[in-house]
Nanobody
């Protein structure tokens, strides 16, 4: 049984930083690609960042490029999303997804999801 557990979300002021974590059980990130997506109220889930199972390749949405960094620690079986220079428009529930094979920027192609962690950025 695969479980993804996100953590690290909280209220932060604009310009601040957060690091989100996604810990996996029943699946190893050395063999599965991971993606971070976010969903704001009334909006569809949107791609934020992804990392290939091999760890050598990452991808970012244009809106977060240069501010967010995705990484992983295979020994801890955890994927991270370092978020800097946060803005109010980054406010959303952030979800971690995992899939076997290459990463994608399409949420429906991910097989496993966590419960989400709330990030709120105040102006």
């Amino acid at each position: 049984q695969v479980q993804l557990i996100e953590s690290g979300g909280r209220l932060v002021q604009a310009g601040g930083s957060l690091r989100l974590s996604c810990a996996a059980s029943g699946l190893t990130f050395s063999r599965a690609s991971a993606g971070w997506f976010r969903q704001a109220p009334g909006k569809e889930r949107e791609f934020v960042a992804a990392i290939r199972w091999s760890g050598g390749t990452t991808a970012y949405a244009n809106s977060v490029k240069g501010r967010f960094t995705i990484s992983k620690d295979n020994a801890k079986n955890t994927v991270y999303l370092q978020m800097n220079s946060l803005q109010p428009e980054d406010t959303a529930v952030y979800y971690c997804g995992a899939r076997f094979g290459d990463y994608h920027d399409v949420a429906s192609l991910y097989n496993y999801w966590g419960q989400g962690t709330q990030v709120t950025v105040s102006s």
